[in-house]
């Protein structure tokens, strides 16, 4: 399986404990872990190493440093957060479909359903988080992004990548162009591009399962199909988003999943130790 992150140095250790989180609960595949970055992360040694111990393969790949220097970044986004976008051009063109994720996500149950998915000629498929926004929000979307088609605004945390599909219809010009002409408007910079051009594209799945926001679990228990009850989620959701801002490794942040997340954190780093004592 292949796995893809685009990261700068803040995000190494919440990556690894994503990573440690997918190996837990699938102990069988091998994986292979692609990290997008702008210049060599200065852990690279690490991160390889971390990889070999837990049966991954880590190749890091790195990404025009010019490339993305005029696109729009807001306070706690940088440019890495575009290199998902034309992550076809850079990685292995053997590849043909890689898993996307953030590095806020934590993996609860095996993730062969999603990765294993039919995509037919869709070049994504990804979750909105729609149910967790009102109407208005949504018809915005649509103006702001100028596409009146847009039924779903699809959060890119957790995204498979049809590589094949991408390397045929999405152009970095198309792409550039769309940032220079919406720039103003762009509030989830990459999340904007990909859903204001390639919206029709992409392969709905349900957020519940596999893009679970962990700020939301009220309204997933009222408004969900079969309700997600704590219960339900641990047997269930594959990946848990922590959205926003505030992160579980964050001292300050309150949220009732934090301490699951704290949980595989702390293991993790207890296997670390033992490494190193």
């Given at each position: 399986m292949n796995i893809l992150f685009s990261i700068d140095e803040r995000f190494v250790e919440p990556m690894l404990t994503t990573l440690y989180s997918i190996r837990i609960n699938n102990p069988q595949p091998h994986f292979d872990i692609f990290v997008l970055q702008k210049q060599p992360l200065a852990q690279n040694q690490r991160i390889s190493q971390w990889c070999e111990a837990y049966q991954m393969t880590y190749h890091p790949i790195l990404i025009d440093a010019e490339a993305f220097q005029h696109a729009p970044v807001l306070k706690h986004w940088n440019?890495?957060?575009?290199?998902r976008l034309l992550a076809h051009d850079y990685l292995p063109h053997h590849l043909e479909r890689v898993l996307y994720?953030?590095?806020?996500?934590?993996?609860?149950?095996?993730?062969d359903s999603l990765y294993d998915l039919e995509m037919g000629a869709n070049y994504y498929a990804g979750a909105s988080h729609g149910r967790l926004i009102n109407e208005t929000r949504e018809k915005f979307n649509r103006l702001r992004l100028q596409n009146p088609q847009l039924e779903?605004?699809?959060?890119?945390?957790?995204?498979?990548?049809?590589?094949?599909?991408?390397?045929?219809?999405?152009?970095d010009k198309v792409i550039f162009d769309y940032i220079e002409a919406n720039r103003r408007l762009l509030l989830l910079p990459d999340q904007d591009v990909l859903n204001?051009?390639?919206?029709?594209?992409?392969?709905?799945?349900?957020d519940e399962i596999y893009n679970y926001d962990v700020r939301y679990p009220k309204v997933?228990?009222?408004?969900?199909?079969?309700?997600m009850t704590a219960q339900r989620v641990m047997q269930e959701t594959v990946f848990l988003h922590y959205c926003g801002k505030d992160k579980p490794w964050d001292a300050k942040t309150n949220n009732d999943f934090n301490l699951l997340y704290l949980h595989y954190q702390a293991k993790?780093?207890?296997?670390?130790?033992?490494?190193?004592?």
């Amino acid at each position: 399986m292949n796995i893809l992150f685009s990261i700068d140095e803040r995000f190494v250790e919440p990556m690894l404990t994503t990573l440690y989180s997918i190996r837990i609960n699938n102990p069988q595949p091998h994986f292979d872990i692609f990290v997008l970055q702008k210049q060599p992360l200065a852990q690279n040694q690490r991160i390889s190493q971390w990889c070999e111990a837990y049966q991954m393969t880590y190749h890091p790949i790195l990404i025009d440093a010019e490339a993305f220097q005029h696109a729009p970044v807001l306070k706690h986004w940088n440019e890495t957060i575009y290199y998902r976008l034309l992550a076809h051009d850079y990685l292995p063109h053997h590849l043909e479909r890689v898993l996307y994720l953030d590095a806020d996500i934590l993996c609860i149950n095996a993730l062969d359903s999603l990765y294993d998915l039919e995509m037919g000629a869709n070049y994504y498929a990804g979750a909105s988080h729609g149910r967790l926004i009102n109407e208005t929000r949504e018809k915005f979307n649509r103006l702001r992004l100028q596409n009146p088609q847009l039924e779903e605004y699809i959060n890119t945390g957790v995204l498979l990548i049809n590589l094949e599909a991408c390397r045929q219809n999405v152009s970095d010009k198309v792409i550039f162009d769309y940032i220079e002409a919406n720039r103003r408007l762009l509030l989830l910079p990459d999340q904007d591009v990909l859903n204001g051009l390639y919206g029709a594209h992409i392969h709905l799945i349900p957020d519940e399962i596999y893009n679970y926001d962990v700020r939301y679990p009220k309204v997933y228990e009222l408004f969900s199909e079969h309700p997600m009850t704590a219960q339900r989620v641990m047997q269930e959701t594959v990946f848990l988003h922590y959205c926003g801002k505030d992160k579980p490794w964050d001292a300050k942040t309150n949220n009732d999943f934090n301490l699951l997340y704290l949980h595989y954190q702390a293991k993790r780093e207890q296997q670390q130790k033992l490494w190193v004592d």
